[in-house]
């Protein structure tokens, strides 16, 4: 059986990179960047800190 654990948007808004990222345990958060890699970057160590400790 599948289960969702993270589900994430990634869209432009006025030359910045907006991210919103879903999750059971961490609920809905925001990060934004004019530079794609660097939101990246933020959106990866969020995920990988959360499930850690699975």
């Given at each position: 059986?599948e289960?969702?654990?993270?589900?994430?948007?990634?869209?432009?808004?006025?030359?910045?990179?907006v991210?919103?990222v879903?999750?059971?345990m961490?609920?809905l958060?925001?990060?934004?960047?004019?530079?794609?890699?660097?939101?990246?970057?933020?959106?990866i160590?969020?995920?990988?800190e959360e499930?850690?400790?699975?």
């Open positions: 059986m289960e969702l654990l993270v589900h994430f948007d990634i869209y432009l808004d006025n030359k910045k990179y991210a919103k879903k999750s059971e961490g609920g958060r925001e990060f934004s960047s004019r530079n794609i890699e660097k939101l990246m970057e933020q959106v160590v969020d995920i990988s499930f850690e400790n699975l």
